[in-house]
């Protein structure tokens, strides 16, 4: 099935560092979700996007829907250890409650 | 605050048995869809319900795999017979409309 393309594949950084990620695709999105998944759980909603050009925050993290409906951003800032994880970017291609198309994750990895 | 229920959380099975996972999403919701993760993968979408109804199963390998929400509101997912290929985490989650997307913990499957 198709899958969005995310980048980085992983990120090794210090504690304190901020840290960005993106997704995009070839295909327009009407709603783009941002999840973090620890190991055996499932995913964890943390922000959510639903017009061209939101940005929105939640606490430490900042995510924006981009300007082409095509493309988003997820910005933590001063990382914790906490932060450690797995992030995906997914994405709504309809307007109503349609089936969400991943990207493959970032691996987030916190240096001591 | 409300979850999308699942079990087993764990389950390990031989080869050509059958193996059934249960899912009762958050109250309210009419929107049920079953999600299947390949480790080191973004969720991939096998079966999509709104209240009873099957919407979208395009990617369900309906040869081996069966959904079913009988009353709208829990769902069983089950495969028959098992092949070493469907080892993978198998997720629910649940939405109202396009709002609210949150997912269970999942059921990883190791088929031996």
């Known amino acids: 099935g198709q899958q969005l393309n995310q980048n980085p594949q992983s990120m090794f950084i210090q504690e304190g560092e901020d840290v960005s990620m993106n997704c995009t695709s070839s295909s327009i999105f009407n709603t783009w979700l941002w999840y973090k998944q620890d190991p055996g759980e499932g995913p964890v909603l943390l922000i959510a996007l639903y017009k061209a050009g939101e940005l929105t925050s939640n606490g430490r993290l900042t995510a924006q829907f981009g300007i082409t409906r095509k493309d988003s951003f997820l910005n933590i800032s001063a990382s914790i250890p906490s932060d450690v994880g797995i992030y995906f970017c997914?994405?709504?291609?309809?307007?109503?409650?349609?089936?969400?198309?991943f990207g493959k994750g970032t691996h987030l990895i916190i240096q001591p | 605050e409300a979850e999308v229920a699942q079990s087993p959380r764990y389950k390990i099975t031989e080869k050509s048995q059958a193996v059934a996972f249960w899912c009762d999403p958050i109250?309210?919701?009419?929107?049920l869809y079953w999600y299947r993760q390949i480790l080191g993968q973004g969720p991939e979408l096998l079966v999509q319900f709104q209240d009873e109804s099957v919407v979208d199963d395009s990617q369900l390998p309906k040869d081996r795999f069966s959904a079913e929400r009988l009353k709208g509101v829990d769902s069983t997912l089950k495969i028959q017979p098992a092949e070493l290929g469907d080892s993978a985490m198998y997720l629910c989650?649940?939405?109202?409309?396009?709002?609210?997307?949150?997912f269970g913990s999942g059921t990883r499957l190791t088929v031996v």
């Open positions: 109250s309210g919701h009419a929107t």
């Open positions: 997914a994405g709504q291609e309809g307007g109503g409650a349609d089936g969400l198309t």
């Open positions: 989650a649940s939405s109202k409309g396009r709002f609210g997307y949150t």
